[in-house]
C-alpha cells in the first residue's frame, strides 16, 4: 500500500486560478490540473456517483445508500469516491461506522466558469472555419 501524500485539488486557495478557456490559453499547470478533474468525471460510475451526490436532498449520501445502487463491490465504490474527493468535486465526513459525502460546488461553479463563452461572444466567434452553427 502507497504511503504517499494525497493532494485534493481546488482545496489551496486559488480562486479563479484559470482563466475561461475561451479567453485566455492555460499554462501547464492550469492543464494538469483541469486534467485530473476532468478525469475523475471520465469514469461513467464517477459521473453517477457525484450525481447520486449532488441531486441528494439535504445535501449529502451516506455511502451506504451510494453502493446498492451498482454492481459494483464496496471497496470498489470507495475507489472511485476517493478519485472524486482527491480530485476536489466531493469532501466526507465518518459519522459511527459510516461516511457521508457532499458535494463541493466551489469546484462545479469553477469548472462551469472555465466551461463558459464570455457574455456577448457569439457561438460563431469560436466555431472553427467550416463547423455549422
Same mark, same amino acid.
Given at each position: %500500500?502507497? $504511503? =504517499? @501524500? /494525497?493532494?485534493?485539488? *481546488? +482545496?489551496? *486557495?486559488? !480562486? *479563479? #486560478?484559470?482563466?475561461?478557456? /475561451?479567453?485566455?490559453? &492555460?499554462? @501547464?499547470? +492550469?492543464?494538469?490540473?483541469?486534467?485530473?478533474?476532468?478525469?475523475?468525471?471520465?469514469?461513467?460510475?464517477?459521473?453517477? &456517483? &457525484?450525481? %447520486?451526490?449532488?441531486?441528494?436532498?439535504?445535501?449529502?449520501? #451516506?455511502?451506504?445508500?451510494?453502493?446498492?445502487?451498482?454492481?459494483?463491490? =464496496?471497496?470498489?465504490?470507495?475507489?472511485?469516491?476517493?478519485?472524486? $474527493?482527491?480530485? *476536489?468535486?466531493?469532501?466526507? !465526513?465518518?459519522?459511527?461506522?459510516?461516511?457521508?459525502?457532499?458535494?463541493?460546488? +466551489? %469546484?462545479?461553479?469553477?469548472?462551469?466558469?472555465? /466551461?463558459?463563452?464570455?457574455?456577448? +461572444?457569439?457561438?460563431?466567434?469560436?466555431?472553427?472555419?467550416?463547423?455549422?452553427?
Amino acid at each position: %500500500m502507497s $504511503k =504517499q @501524500e /494525497l493532494v485534493v485539488l *481546488g +482545496q489551496d *486557495g486559488t !480562486e *479563479g #486560478c484559470c482563466p475561461a478557456l /475561451l479567453t485566455a490559453p &492555460l499554462d @501547464e499547470g +492550469q492543464a494538469e490540473t483541469l486534467a485530473k478533474v476532468f478525469k475523475a468525471l471520465g469514469d461513467p460510475v464517477r459521473l453517477r &456517483l &457525484l450525481s %447520486m451526490i449532488a441531486s441528494r436532498a439535504g445535501g449529502e449520501v #451516506c455511502v451506504c445508500d451510494l453502493t446498492p445502487a451498482f454492481d459494483l463491490s =464496496q471497496p470498489t465504490i470507495s475507489h472511485h469516491l476517493k478519485l472524486l $474527493k482527491q480530485a *476536489g468535486l466531493i469532501d466526507s !465526513e465518518r459519522r459511527g461506522t459510516w461516511v457521508y459525502y457532499r458535494l463541493l460546488p +466551489q %469546484m462545479t461553479d469553477r469548472l462551469a466558469a472555465i /466551461l463558459t463563452r464570455p457574455v456577448g +461572444q457569439s457561438l460563431t466567434e469560436t466555431a472553427p472555419a467550416g463547423a455549422a452553427s
